[in-house]
Protein backbone atom coordinates (compact mmCIF):
# COMPACT_ATOMS: atom_id res chain seq x y z
CA UNK A 1 0.00 0.00 0.00
CA UNK A 2 1.40 3.80 -1.13
CA UNK A 3 1.56 6.57 1.35
CA UNK A 4 -1.12 7.73 -0.31
CA UNK A 5 -3.32 4.98 0.26
CA UNK A 6 -2.44 5.09 4.00
CA UNK A 7 -3.35 8.68 4.27
CA UNK A 8 -6.64 8.18 2.82
CA UNK A 9 -10.08 7.96 4.74
CA UNK A 10 -11.20 4.61 5.00
CA UNK A 11 -15.04 3.90 4.16
CA UNK A 12 -16.68 0.12 4.94
CA UNK A 13 -19.36 -0.76 2.82
CA UNK A 14 -22.14 -3.04 4.04
CA UNK A 15 -24.63 -4.67 1.15
CA UNK A 16 -25.83 -7.92 0.62
CA UNK A 17 -25.95 -6.96 -3.52
CA UNK A 18 -23.48 -7.16 -5.14
CA UNK A 19 -24.73 -4.59 -7.83
CA UNK A 20 -25.05 -1.78 -5.02
CA UNK A 21 -21.91 -2.65 -3.75
CA UNK A 22 -19.70 -1.90 -7.42
CA UNK A 23 -22.14 1.21 -7.86
CA UNK A 24 -20.46 2.72 -4.38
CA UNK A 25 -17.13 1.19 -5.21
CA UNK A 26 -17.08 2.97 -8.53
CA UNK A 27 -18.25 6.48 -6.80
CA UNK A 28 -15.95 6.50 -4.03
CA UNK A 29 -12.56 4.68 -4.89
CA UNK A 30 -11.22 7.09 -6.34
CA UNK A 31 -11.11 9.45 -3.28
CA UNK A 32 -10.98 6.70 0.01
CA UNK A 33 -9.78 3.38 0.66
CA UNK A 34 -13.17 0.97 -0.09
CA UNK A 35 -13.87 -2.34 2.31
CA UNK A 36 -17.07 -4.65 1.77
CA UNK A 37 -19.11 -6.17 4.16
CA UNK A 38 -22.05 -8.60 2.53
CA UNK A 39 -23.69 -9.58 5.62
CA UNK A 40 -23.78 -7.82 9.08
CA UNK A 41 -21.50 -10.13 11.23
CA UNK A 42 -18.61 -9.90 8.52
CA UNK A 43 -19.46 -5.69 8.60
CA UNK A 44 -19.18 -6.21 12.65
CA UNK A 45 -15.96 -8.63 12.50
CA UNK A 46 -13.83 -5.42 9.77
CA UNK A 47 -15.27 -2.67 12.20
CA UNK A 48 -13.82 -3.89 15.09
CA UNK A 49 -10.89 -5.44 14.31
CA UNK A 50 -7.20 -3.77 13.50
CA UNK A 51 -7.76 0.01 11.97
CA UNK A 52 -11.53 1.00 12.57
CA UNK A 53 -12.91 2.68 8.96
CA UNK A 54 -13.99 6.27 9.27
CA UNK A 55 -17.03 5.96 7.64
CA UNK A 56 -19.63 3.16 7.13
CA UNK A 57 -22.40 2.42 4.60
CA UNK A 58 -24.92 0.34 5.73
CA UNK A 59 -27.68 -1.12 3.82
CA UNK A 60 -30.89 -2.03 6.55
CA UNK A 61 -32.58 -5.02 4.40
CA UNK A 62 -29.66 -7.46 5.03
CA UNK A 63 -30.79 -11.38 5.74
CA UNK A 64 -29.76 -12.52 9.00
CA UNK A 65 -28.92 -9.09 10.87
CA UNK A 66 -30.49 -6.06 9.78
CA UNK A 67 -29.00 -3.13 9.38
CA UNK A 68 -30.33 -1.85 12.50
CA UNK A 69 -29.09 -4.23 14.41
CA UNK A 70 -25.68 -3.98 13.46
CA UNK A 71 -25.79 -0.27 14.17
CA UNK A 72 -27.22 -1.35 17.43
CA UNK A 73 -24.21 -3.26 18.18
CA UNK A 74 -21.92 -0.76 16.45
CA UNK A 75 -23.06 1.88 19.00
CA UNK A 76 -22.62 -0.43 22.00
CA UNK A 77 -19.16 -1.92 21.67
CA UNK A 78 -16.63 1.21 22.57
CA UNK A 79 -14.18 0.23 19.51
CA UNK A 80 -16.84 0.87 17.20
CA UNK A 81 -19.51 3.44 18.67
CA UNK A 82 -17.89 6.62 16.99
CA UNK A 83 -17.59 5.49 13.85
CA UNK A 84 -20.08 7.54 11.66
CA UNK A 85 -23.11 5.33 9.91
CA UNK A 86 -24.91 6.31 7.34
CA UNK A 87 -27.98 4.21 6.01
CA UNK A 88 -28.52 3.26 2.44
CA UNK A 89 -31.52 2.05 2.10
CA UNK A 90 -34.57 1.95 -0.50
CA UNK A 91 -36.71 2.30 2.97
CA UNK A 92 -38.65 6.08 2.41
CA UNK A 93 -41.27 5.94 5.34
CA UNK A 94 -40.29 8.66 8.11
CA UNK A 95 -40.70 6.27 10.67
CA UNK A 96 -37.23 3.94 9.13
CA UNK A 97 -35.61 6.94 9.24
CA UNK A 98 -36.34 7.99 12.89
CA UNK A 99 -35.40 4.63 14.09
CA UNK A 100 -32.16 4.75 12.14
CA UNK A 101 -31.46 8.20 14.16
CA UNK A 102 -32.54 6.50 17.45
CA UNK A 103 -29.70 3.98 16.63
CA UNK A 104 -26.84 6.63 16.04
CA UNK A 105 -26.67 7.22 12.58
CA UNK A 106 -25.57 10.45 11.13
CA UNK A 107 -27.92 10.06 7.83
CA UNK A 108 -29.85 8.60 5.13
CA UNK A 109 -29.01 7.91 1.55
CA UNK A 110 -31.93 6.83 -0.87
CA UNK A 111 -31.91 4.37 -3.19
CA UNK A 112 -31.54 4.58 -6.01
CA UNK A 113 -28.06 6.62 -5.39
CA UNK A 114 -27.75 10.08 -6.57
CA UNK A 115 -23.66 9.98 -7.12
CA UNK A 116 -23.77 13.68 -6.69
CA UNK A 117 -25.27 13.35 -3.57
CA UNK A 118 -23.87 9.75 -2.30
CA UNK A 119 -20.36 12.02 -2.62
CA UNK A 120 -21.64 15.16 -1.23
CA UNK A 121 -23.26 13.21 1.89
CA UNK A 122 -20.05 11.12 2.45
CA UNK A 123 -17.48 13.98 1.87
CA UNK A 124 -19.38 16.01 4.74
CA UNK A 125 -19.47 13.47 7.15
CA UNK A 126 -15.74 12.73 6.93
CA UNK A 127 -14.88 15.96 7.38
CA UNK A 128 -17.03 16.34 10.29
CA UNK A 129 -15.28 13.08 11.46
CA UNK A 130 -11.73 14.44 11.09
CA UNK A 131 -12.98 17.74 12.83
CA UNK A 132 -14.14 15.71 15.72
CA UNK A 133 -11.24 13.86 15.92
CA UNK A 134 -9.21 16.42 16.20
CA UNK A 135 -10.89 18.54 18.73
CA UNK A 136 -10.41 15.03 21.19
CA UNK A 137 -7.08 15.34 20.27
CA UNK A 138 -6.63 18.63 21.43
CA UNK A 139 -8.52 17.85 24.67
CA UNK A 140 -6.50 15.27 25.23
CA UNK A 141 -3.47 17.16 25.06
CA UNK A 142 -4.51 19.74 26.87
CA UNK A 143 -6.63 17.73 29.59
CA UNK A 144 -2.41 15.81 30.05
CA UNK A 145 -0.69 18.99 29.74
CA UNK A 146 -3.05 20.54 33.03
CA UNK A 147 -2.92 17.30 34.70
CA UNK A 148 0.98 16.91 34.25
CA UNK A 149 1.41 21.00 34.78
CA UNK A 150 -1.03 20.37 38.36
CA UNK A 151 1.25 17.30 39.71
CA UNK A 152 4.16 19.64 39.43
CA UNK A 153 2.86 22.72 41.36
CA UNK A 154 1.66 20.20 43.72
CA UNK A 155 5.13 18.12 44.20
CA UNK A 156 6.71 21.61 43.72
CA UNK A 157 5.05 23.35 46.78
CA UNK A 158 5.65 19.74 48.59
CA UNK A 159 9.41 20.61 48.53
CA UNK A 160 8.83 23.49 49.60
CA UNK A 161 7.87 22.54 53.07
CA UNK A 162 10.37 19.78 53.34
CA UNK A 163 12.64 22.55 52.54
CA UNK A 164 11.83 24.07 55.78
CA UNK A 165 12.05 20.60 57.55
CA UNK A 166 15.64 19.72 57.49
CA UNK A 167 15.65 16.19 58.56
CA UNK A 168 12.51 15.27 56.73
CA UNK A 169 14.25 13.81 54.07
CA UNK A 170 12.21 11.51 52.18
CA UNK A 171 8.72 11.73 53.80
CA UNK A 172 7.32 13.47 50.91
CA UNK A 173 7.85 10.22 48.78
CA UNK A 174 7.72 7.47 51.30
CA UNK A 175 4.22 9.34 53.11
CA UNK A 176 2.84 9.42 48.78
CA UNK A 177 3.43 5.72 48.84
CA UNK A 178 1.64 4.45 52.30
CA UNK A 179 -1.17 6.35 51.32
CA UNK A 180 -1.18 4.70 47.71
CA UNK A 181 -0.72 1.63 49.23
CA UNK A 182 -3.62 2.12 51.61
CA UNK A 183 -5.92 3.77 48.97
CA UNK A 184 -5.48 0.72 46.71
CA UNK A 185 -6.12 -1.93 49.72
CA UNK A 186 -9.34 -0.22 50.66
CA UNK A 187 -10.91 0.61 47.06
CA UNK A 188 -13.17 -2.25 47.08
CA UNK A 189 -14.12 -2.04 50.54
CA UNK A 190 -17.90 -1.76 51.35
CA UNK A 191 -17.09 1.10 53.28
CA UNK A 192 -15.68 3.11 50.67
CA UNK A 193 -17.39 1.88 47.85
CA UNK A 194 -17.36 3.84 45.02
CA UNK A 195 -15.01 6.48 46.59
CA UNK A 196 -11.87 5.42 45.00
CA UNK A 197 -12.62 6.31 41.61
CA UNK A 198 -9.60 6.69 38.90
CA UNK A 199 -10.18 10.40 39.20
CA UNK A 200 -9.71 10.79 43.10
CA UNK A 201 -6.88 7.70 43.33
CA UNK A 202 -4.70 10.02 40.86
CA UNK A 203 -6.06 13.29 43.09
CA UNK A 204 -5.89 11.97 46.27
CA UNK A 205 -2.14 10.61 45.83
CA UNK A 206 -0.56 13.49 44.13
CA UNK A 207 -1.89 15.97 46.37
CA UNK A 208 0.06 13.90 49.57
CA UNK A 209 3.11 16.14 49.00
CA UNK A 210 0.65 19.37 50.37
CA UNK A 211 0.00 18.00 53.69
CA UNK A 212 2.58 19.74 55.32
CA UNK A 213 2.68 23.18 53.39
CA UNK A 214 1.60 24.86 56.45
CA UNK A 215 4.95 24.45 58.54
CA UNK A 216 6.58 26.93 55.53
CA UNK A 217 4.72 29.68 58.19
CA UNK A 218 6.46 27.88 61.13
CA UNK A 219 9.41 29.85 62.77
CA UNK A 220 12.76 27.89 62.46
CA UNK A 221 13.24 27.36 66.64
CA UNK A 222 10.57 26.33 66.75
CA UNK A 223 10.16 23.81 64.03
CA UNK A 224 13.90 22.55 64.43
CA UNK A 225 13.98 22.58 68.07
CA UNK A 226 15.88 19.51 69.36
CA UNK A 227 13.82 19.40 72.48
CA UNK A 228 10.84 18.83 74.19
CA UNK A 229 8.25 21.93 73.37
CA UNK A 230 6.31 24.26 75.57
CA UNK A 231 2.75 24.25 75.55
CA UNK A 232 3.04 27.58 73.56
CA UNK A 233 5.52 26.32 71.42
CA UNK A 234 3.10 23.30 70.41
CA UNK A 235 0.18 25.02 69.93
CA UNK A 236 1.99 27.31 67.24
CA UNK A 237 3.10 24.01 65.37
CA UNK A 238 -0.45 23.03 65.80
CA UNK A 239 -1.20 26.39 63.52
CA UNK A 240 0.85 24.92 61.08
CA UNK A 241 -2.58 22.63 59.49
CA UNK A 242 -4.61 26.28 59.73
CA UNK A 243 -1.67 27.65 57.88
CA UNK A 244 -1.83 25.30 54.91
CA UNK A 245 -5.56 25.09 54.88
CA UNK A 246 -5.44 29.14 53.90
CA UNK A 247 -2.30 28.82 51.49
CA UNK A 248 -4.14 26.47 49.77
CA UNK A 249 -7.14 28.30 49.62
CA UNK A 250 -5.48 31.46 48.46
CA UNK A 251 -3.85 29.76 45.37
CA UNK A 252 -7.49 28.64 44.76
CA UNK A 253 -9.28 31.86 45.03
CA UNK A 254 -6.22 33.39 42.60
CA UNK A 255 -7.26 30.89 39.79
CA UNK A 256 -9.32 32.49 37.23
CA UNK A 257 -10.93 29.08 35.72
CA UNK A 258 -12.48 27.24 39.16
CA UNK A 259 -13.56 23.93 37.25
CA UNK A 260 -9.29 24.07 37.71
CA UNK A 261 -8.97 24.65 40.79
CA UNK A 262 -10.86 21.42 41.85
CA UNK A 263 -7.69 19.60 41.88
CA UNK A 264 -6.82 21.59 45.21
CA UNK A 265 -10.01 19.95 47.06
CA UNK A 266 -7.91 17.00 47.89
CA UNK A 267 -4.66 19.18 49.19
CA UNK A 268 -6.46 21.49 51.79
CA UNK A 269 -8.60 18.57 53.11
CA UNK A 270 -5.04 16.72 53.78
CA UNK A 271 -3.73 19.93 55.03
CA UNK A 272 -5.95 20.78 57.60
CA UNK A 273 -7.06 17.39 58.96
CA UNK A 274 -4.01 14.86 58.97
CA UNK A 275 -3.10 15.46 62.67
CA UNK A 276 -7.30 14.18 63.40
CA UNK A 277 -8.29 11.33 65.70
CA UNK A 278 -10.72 9.19 64.95
CA UNK A 279 -11.99 9.31 69.03
CA UNK A 280 -11.97 13.49 68.41
CA UNK A 281 -8.87 13.87 70.35
CA UNK A 282 -7.12 15.48 67.23
CA UNK A 283 -6.10 19.24 66.57
CA UNK A 284 -9.38 20.26 65.44
CA UNK A 285 -11.56 17.91 67.16
CA UNK A 286 -13.14 16.26 63.96
CA UNK A 287 -14.43 12.76 64.97
CA UNK A 288 -15.10 9.72 62.94
CA UNK A 289 -16.46 10.09 59.67
CA UNK A 290 -16.15 14.32 59.94
CA UNK A 291 -12.10 14.13 59.19
CA UNK A 292 -12.11 13.27 55.38
CA UNK A 293 -10.80 9.79 54.12
CA UNK A 294 -7.89 11.56 52.94
CA UNK A 295 -7.18 13.00 56.16
CA UNK A 296 -7.77 9.81 57.80
CA UNK A 297 -4.85 7.79 55.60
CA UNK A 298 -2.66 10.20 55.86
CA UNK A 299 -2.86 10.45 59.40
CA UNK A 300 -1.98 6.94 59.37
CA UNK A 301 1.01 7.46 56.53
CA UNK A 302 2.29 10.29 58.68
CA UNK A 303 2.43 8.90 61.76
CA UNK A 304 4.01 5.82 60.93
CA UNK A 305 6.77 7.64 58.92
CA UNK A 306 7.30 9.79 61.90
CA UNK A 307 8.08 6.73 63.83
CA UNK A 308 10.22 5.64 61.66
CA UNK A 309 12.46 8.44 61.01
CA UNK A 310 15.39 10.17 62.78
CA UNK A 311 13.41 13.87 64.26
CA UNK A 312 16.23 16.27 65.71
CA UNK A 313 13.88 15.34 68.94
CA UNK A 314 14.23 11.68 68.46
CA UNK A 315 15.61 8.97 66.95
CA UNK A 316 14.02 6.65 64.79
CA UNK A 317 11.90 3.50 66.28
CA UNK A 318 12.36 0.21 64.26
CA UNK A 319 9.32 -0.91 62.45
CA UNK A 320 8.32 -3.65 65.25
CA UNK A 321 8.32 -0.43 68.14
CA UNK A 322 6.23 1.55 65.37
CA UNK A 323 3.78 -1.37 64.67
CA UNK A 324 3.51 -1.69 68.30
CA UNK A 325 2.93 2.34 69.34
CA UNK A 326 0.54 2.15 66.83
CA UNK A 327 -1.69 -1.11 67.33
CA UNK A 328 -1.77 -0.91 70.70
CA UNK A 329 -0.82 3.18 72.14
CA UNK A 330 2.24 4.34 74.29
CA UNK A 331 0.48 7.41 76.00
CA UNK A 332 0.95 9.39 73.48
CA UNK A 333 -0.50 7.77 70.29
CA UNK A 334 -3.44 5.02 70.73
CA UNK A 335 -5.07 2.67 68.60
CA UNK A 336 -8.56 4.96 68.89
CA UNK A 337 -7.00 7.47 67.06
CA UNK A 338 -7.48 6.03 63.41
CA UNK A 339 -10.49 4.85 61.89
CA UNK A 340 -10.26 1.19 62.79
CA UNK A 341 -10.52 0.08 58.83
CA UNK A 342 -7.46 2.18 58.06
CA UNK A 343 -5.83 0.62 61.05
CA UNK A 344 -6.43 -2.71 59.85
CA UNK A 345 -5.33 -1.97 56.07
CA UNK A 346 -1.94 -0.53 57.78
CA UNK A 347 -1.69 -4.21 59.52
CA UNK A 348 -2.66 -5.96 56.49
CA UNK A 349 -0.01 -3.78 54.56
CA UNK A 350 2.28 -3.69 57.82
CA UNK A 351 5.36 -5.95 55.49
CA UNK A 352 5.17 -3.58 52.29
CA UNK A 353 5.52 -0.95 55.09
CA UNK A 354 8.46 -2.00 55.85
CA UNK A 355 10.19 -1.87 52.74
CA UNK A 356 8.69 1.65 51.77
CA UNK A 357 10.21 2.52 55.26
CA UNK A 358 13.52 0.60 54.35
CA UNK A 359 14.32 2.16 51.06
CA UNK A 360 13.53 -1.32 49.35
CA UNK A 361 10.49 -0.66 47.64
Same mark, same amino acid.
Given at each position: ?31 ? @????? @? ?23 ? %? ?19 ? %? ?63 ? @? ?77 ? %? ?97 ? @? ?34
Amino acid at each position: MSNSDKARQTILIVDDTPENIMILMDLLRNQY @TITVA @TNGKRALQLASSGTPPDLILLDVLM %PEMNGYEVCSQLKADPRTSDI %PVIFVTGLSDESDEQKGFDLGAVDFILKPFSPSLVKARVRIHLELKKHRDNLEEIVHERTRELVL @TQDAAIFGLGVLAEYRDIETGQHIMRTRKYVQLMAEQLKDHSRFKGYFSDATMHLLINSTPLHDIGKVAIPDVILQKPG %PLTELEFQTIKQHTIFGKEIINRIEAGMSDKSASSFLRFAEELAYTHHEHWDGSGYHGLKGDEIPVSGRLMAMADIYDALTSVRVYKSAYSHEEALKTI @TEGNGRTRPEHFDPVVLQAFVDLCDTFRQVSSGRS
